[in-house]
């Protein structure tokens, strides 16, 4: 027998690799699927962590102060990470003007990556539930949020640590089912503890 031939029952099983390999990747994603887990949560390694210090610029043109986080301090505030160029950033808008109404939280919005006339005009078509917009041209800000895309919301606490975070647009089920409980928990709760 020579070396080729000795090669080439090894060699047999070349051809199947393609189809062993979709086998497996089909296994995880079964797996995966089955699992039940909601992939549409992110984890935030920020949950329970003091909320990024990161001041930035007033909006122009809105007569509201900048977005500081250091004005959170004894108060709930939701952190809106929000643009005029996001669609559902539109769908959500509503109920954050609903939610505005509340008046036992603040909503400081975060404009991200935006044109100064565009959230400006977003905001006059719309409505503002925001008691500080800040403009994160750049998006670092959003970066030490730890923001993957735009509506994206923080619930930080009166303690100043973030309690809980939502990635996504919010639908009046959402609020009523996700939001509203956190808030409430997150205004029942005492500072220090």
């Not at 990161?54 to 809106?80: H, I, Q, R, S, Y």
């Not at 991200?112 to 500080?132: H, I, V």
Request: hydrophobic share 45%; net charge negative; proline share 9%.
């Amino acid at each position: 027998m020579t070396a080729q031939d000795e090669a080439r029952p090894r060699r047999r099983w070349l051809p199947l690799l393609p189809f062993i390999l979709f086998m497996v990747l089909a296994g995880i994603f079964l797996v995966q699927l089955l699992s039940g887990k909601d992939s549409s949560v992110v984890p935030s390694a920020l949950i329970g962590q003091e909320a990024p210090q990161t001041p930035l610029p007033a909006l122009e043109g809105m007569n509201l102060p900048g977005f500081d986080p250091a004005a959170f301090a004894g108060k709930v505030t939701l952190v809106n990470v929000w643009a005029s160029w996001c669609a559902p950033c539109r769908v959500e808008h509503p109920v954050l003007m609903q939610l505005a109404k509340d008046g036992r939280v603040e909503i400081a919005g975060l404009n991200y990556k935006d044109k100064p006339e565009n959230a400006r005009r977003f905001l006059n078509e719309l409505g503002n539930p925001y008691s500080m917009i800040g403009t994160d041209d750049a998006g670092r800000a959003a970066i030490e949020w730890g923001v993957y895309g735009v509506p994206e919301t923080f619930l930080v606490g009166k303690d100043g640590r973030i309690a809980y975070k939502h990635v996504g647009p919010f639908t009046p089920e959402i609020m009523t089912r996700q939001i509203l409980p956190e808030i409430e928990k997150a205004l029942a709760a005492e500072v220090g503890s």
